[in-house]
Each structure stands twice: as C-alpha cells, then as structure tokens.
C-alpha cells in the first residue's frame, strides 16, 4: 500500500495552528497516519492577522443563534481556556460591562440580557454568567468611572497573553509526531490532478512542490485570494476589509474592573469603541480603547493592505479629527477619558464577505465549508475575524471532522 499522501494546512496564525494540532490529534492513533504540514508565509508564527488581535475572550452573546459564529465562540472559549491552563498562558475573566447610555439603546440591551438568559437556561452559558444592570447606580457599583443608564455584566469574557497563547500552540504541534511547519513559506500557486493538489510554494530563495491529498485554507486576509488564484472557478469568493484603530493609556492605572462595552451601532461592522485590558505574568495591564471601524475601498486586496497598518499620527487635520471622534466616542460612556493621555497603539485589518457599498448582502458568519467539484479536497476558511481568537480551537476540532475521510484513507 503506498504511503498516504499529505494534509497541508496554510496559515500560521491561530487559527492555523488550532487546525494542524486538531489533525494531529486525529491522526495519532492510526497506523499509518498521513504527514501533516503547515505552510506559513511569515516567518514567525501568528505574526499576521493574529499579531493585532486584542485577545478578548468573547461570551458569544452578539451572534445570531445557531451561526457559526455563535455555536464556535461559545464551544471554542472552554477549549482555548482548558489548554492555557494546561500550558501556563496567562489569561484572566475580569467580565465584560455592556452599557446603554441613551433611551433608544436600551432595547438592544434587554435583547442581549434575554439572548444570555436564553443561553445560560440552554446550559451554554454557565450559572451567573450575566449581571442586570437595570439603572445607573447599578453600573457605577459595577464600574464607578462609567457613566450610563443601565448595562449588565458578562463574566464569561476573558482576556488572553495572545503572543504566549500562539507560541503554547506552535509547541504543542512541534511535539506531534506527523506535524511540520515552515515559515517564510508562501503558496504562490497550484493545480488540481489526478493525485490531488500540488501547490506551487516560495520559501526564501528556493521554490518547489508539495503534493497534498486535502488543503486547508486558514490564510486569513489572503484566503480568499489565494482559493480564487489555485482552484481558478468562474465565482472565486472574495474578501473585503475592514480597518479599525486601537488607542492606548501608557502606564498601568487601573480604571475599570473589567472590560467596558458600548452598545453597537446599527450598520457599523464591530461592537464600538470598547475599553479592554490586556493580560500577563503580573496580571492585568495596558487599558486600551478600540477598534474604531473604516471601510477599506471595495477593490483592494490581501496584498495592498501594507499602506493601511498606519496608526493616525494626531499631526495632519484628518488624523486629528480621527482621534477627536475616537474620543467623543469614548466619552459617551467615560466622561474621565479628557483627562488621559492616550497614544496611538495598533491597527488592524479584518477579512470580511461582505461590503456597504460593493456587496451589502454579503454573509456576516464565518464560512467553513469544504469544496466540492474544482475545489474538491480544499477546505475554506473565510471571513475569519472575531471572534476568531475565542473560536479558533472549536474551528480545529470541525475541520478535523470534515476532513475524516482524508485521514482515514
């Protein structure tokens, strides 16, 4: 019998990672269990679209029911947390408040106070894992620098060391047996035949072919690009993007208890101007306040984004007229913002399938779906953004069951 033919998987971020150690632990026990490689064009792990994530553990309230979004954050988060405690990677639940700070938000608040309850009565969410906030007195108990007219306290959001949590991952698929990884290589092209696929790769100054049975696409802002450059269907999916700025207070003054919410804005693609903390070997620390959100133009792709990770400088006219609407949004929740000094902190960039202006029906879920007829043998993972951090160890666990049939030959 000849020996089994590779299972590749593209993308070195969490998500990456999170699906070869999922195949790994598939494939542990059989006989003959099929080479497992992953392909990674960066050259050090999680240092795309995984590096400016802002480790928020998310409770999974904001998703439609039963969405991929949904159903992965709220299996994904125990998982992700059940590892970083069995690795040593710093991670803390100081809870999340959500607050409504005008009349015409407070139904959106009762809709997530019942979406929670409905969770906890189902048994996805623990006992206690939402707090009603039903007027201001009770925010300010909860979070005394926020001012708003009632909230309610999520304990199951967490915050995550991102960089510790990717190097803990990348160990744990060194140490299975089947398992390889190469950084610095890129997947420049391919075709399917009559053996499966053989993808077209550059890594430094050498470039070859690797052969693979089945492909796993989890190359994040690239994917879709990528998937429409191998298989080349007349429909290639397409990603979108959308760019949101994170502010910074230096020092390490504790302002809030937790993780402060804004109720979102209708239309807008994030949840607000939130205030998150970060975590580490000494605990909580670095208060930052983001994402804002900007639509990049519809025609840009995975390779024209480089321009875009800059933060907004504060010297021109419209950078500082950025940061002024970054802060009146701020204000409208913590009045004590005017008096910090914050700085500049990150940018970061989301895959998205859908656009206002080039494809407002687009699919809001994440999509992961293996592909049938040209694209037989490639599993797709698009429009991977939050919560991916929370979902990626859930995305490993069903991938490798769409890809059981591979394994098993």
Known sequence: MPPPSPIVVIGGGCVGLSVLRSLSLSTSLLPSPPPLFLLDASPVPGSGLTSRNSGV???????????????????????????????????????????ATSPGQLPYLRELLAK???????????????TNLPDAAAVRAAEPRVSALAGARFATTGVVDVPRFVDAL??????????????????????????????????????????????????????????????????????????????RLPGR???????????????????????????GEEGLKDVKFGPDVSWLPAHLSAGDLGAHYACSDGESEEGAAKIRRFRRAIESYFPGVADLALVPDQVGIRPKLWHPDALPGGDADFVIRRERGAGDGWINLLGIESPGLTSCMAIGEEVAALAQDFIER
């Open 57 to 99: 553990l998310h409770s999974g309230i904001y998703y439609p029911p039963s969405s991929n979004k949904e159903r992965l954050c709220l299996r994904g988060r125990p998982l992700l947390s059940a590892f970083c405690a069995g690795r040593g990677v710093p991670l803390s639940f100081p809870g999340k408040t959500v607050v």
């Open 116 to 130: 929670a309850e409905a969770l906890q009565a189902s048994g996805l969410l623990p006992p206690g894992a939402v």
């Open 253 to 279: 003054e504790k302002i809030f208890n937790g993780l402060v919410y804004p109720i979102p804005e209708p239309g807008l693609a994030g949840l607000g101007v939130h205030a998150t903390v970060g975590v």
């Open 170 to 247: 990348a160990l744990a698929c060194a140490e299975a047996p089947a398992a390889e990884i190469a950084q610095s290589a890129e997947v420049v092209g391919g075709r399917r035949d009559e053996g499966g696929w053989l993808l077209d790769v550059r890594q430094g100054s050498a470039e070859y072919q690797l052969r693979a049975s089945l492909v796993v696409n989890a190359a994040g802002l690239g994917a879709a690009e990528l998937y429409g450059k191998v298989v080349q269907g007349p429909r290639p999916p397409r990603h979108f993007f959308c760019q949101g700025e994170w502010l």
